[in-house]
């Protein structure tokens, strides 16, 4: 991890916006000199407003996109390619993560409508991706039996796991996020009555999930939250019960916290959890906090921040000592200092964007990541049953995602992926064959550079 936050102090609010979402809203001397003055002002707005439309100020696209984070040299406005028509029809299945499910849903069905390419002209609709979100680990499982085009994943692939698929494949981190810790309790500022987020540390958050800390109201947690009031209840610990990135994470971060975990438990998309209930997806934990009075879970930032005021979201400690309520800002500190980023086709098992440097960057944040095939034609998975025009889908829809996509993700509370993350991904897709050849693609011409 090279680069730091120039922040000086902790953010404490979540953000407003979230990955799709969201745009916002004298007396005259006589009746005649006001009538004359708005009169003037009308003419010279309309005028106004016909040369900006001619000069193309206004009336067209913007060519550029800004990603969000600290400055630094990773973080550059970077140009948003010409138009151009992908592939049209047909259907391909692909799934796994439900961490990034919400950003997902949203670029399947934009890219369905995109005008496509027959032949040079625009036709009516482009390849329909059926995306299932039945979590990271079946994202691998049916990406290793060739019942998915491409895998999606929180948590790379680990040396089993590569030696497990029948051919080599590329990773491609396709988004970025937080993973909050919810929580459904009403902690109140003693003063004022109102109420107010829960601090938690990383070796705190360990003790309640292996079981050590088993009420709300102990010192080891109204210590870190002085002039509140924190109730007297029961701790309920909710997990996820599939194989999950999201756990992957979680349990990444309670084993920087704690060596007993990390000795004990580990971490893993399906660790041997000490207590808790089971549920299943990232829709499932975040249904079962808001229904649970003294319940705690941990969940993407735009599920917790769907379930409303039924949940409350807790700031955690992060490496410089700060407590950290997380949003797209504060995440975003971890994602644009990314380095050291594997190549494509190398190992990211031991890859990790947790505890990042900087006094405001929040502490659990993870990339999701999709596998992909090097040669969709030859992958044994597959037994020949892509034709190279669903190839050719496949291609469109990845360097779609890596492009306008990532201008979809603050609304819905994900990280736009910085530049030279996103070098890479190109890089990546770069690679993908058909048969031992190059995907000729419908993106612009050049797109496949990395440079």
């Not at 829960?198 to 360990?206: F, K, N, Y």
Request: glycine share 12%.
């Amino acid at each position: 991890m090279s680069g730091a936050n120039p922040s000086s102090t902790p953010s404490s609010t979540t953000s407003s916006g979230d990955d799709d979402a969201y745009l916002k809203k004298s007396q005259g001397r006589g009746r005649n000199t006001v009538i004359i003055a708005v009169l003037l002002v009308i003419i010279i707005a309309l005028a106004g407003v016909a040369g900006a439309y001619a000069t193309g100020l206004i009336g067209k696209k913007s060519t550029t996109s800004t990603s969000t984070g600290t400055g630094n040299g990773n973080n550059k406005t970077t140009p948003t390619e010409p138009t151009w028509y992908p592939e049209c029809g047909g259907a391909i299945t692909a799934g796994g993560s439900t961490f990034v499910y919400p950003l997902q849903a949203l670029w399947t069905t934009d890219f369905a409508g995109q005008k496509c390419n027959t032949t040079g002209a625009n036709g009516a609709s482009a390849t329909d991706i059926n995306y299932q979100a039945v979590g990271s680990g079946t994202g691998v499982t049916d990406l290793t039996d060739g019942l998915f085009a491409f895998g999606a994943s929180d948590a790379p692939l680990t040396t089993t796991q590569t030696n497990a698929l029948k051919s080599p494949v590329v990773t491609m981190p396709d988004s970025a996020g937080a993973v909050t810790v919810i929580y459904n309790l009403k902690v109140t500022n003693t003063s004022t009555g109102k109420t107010t987020p829960l601090r938690l540390t990383g070796a705190v958050i360990e003790q309640i999930y292996n079981g050590t800390i088993t009420n709300w109201n102990v010192t080891q947690i109204t210590s870190l939250n002085p002039g509140t009031t924190v109730p007297s209840q029961t701790i309920t610990v909710e997990h996820r019960s599939d194989g999950s990135g999201t756990s992957f994470a979680f349990t990444t971060f309670l084993s920087d916290a704690s060596p007993y975990w990390a000795s004990h438990v580990g971490a893993s998309t399906t660790p041997n959890w000490p207590v808790g209930i089971g549920d299943h997806g990232s829709e499932g934990v975040a249904g079962a906090v808001a229904t649970t009075t003294g319940s705690i879970g941990y969940d993407e930032l735009n599920y917790a921040e769907e379930e409303g005021t039924a949940l409350e979201i807790a700031e955690v400690q992060n490496p410089a000592g700060n407590y950290i309520l997380p949003s797209v800002a504060d995440t975003a500190y971890a994602v644009n200092n990314a380095s050291n980023i594997p190549s494509p086709t190398g190992s990211w098992q031991n890859y990790s964007l947790e505890n990042g440097a900087g006094a405001g960057t929040y502490p659990i944040v993870t990339l999701t990541y999709l596998m992909i095939y090097t040669d969709i034609g030859k992958a044994p998975a597959y037994s020949g049953s892509y034709t190279q025009a669903e190839a050719t889908s496949i291609v469109d829809y990845l360097w779609w995602i890596v492009h306008q996509g990532q201008n979809d993700s603050a609304g819905l509370f994900y990280v736009p992926l910085p530049a030279v993350i996103i070098a890479e991904d190109v890089a990546a897709i770069g690679d993908i064959q058909f048969n031992g050849a190059t995907l000729t693609s419908h993106a612009p011409a050049g797109w496949q550079s990395s440079d």
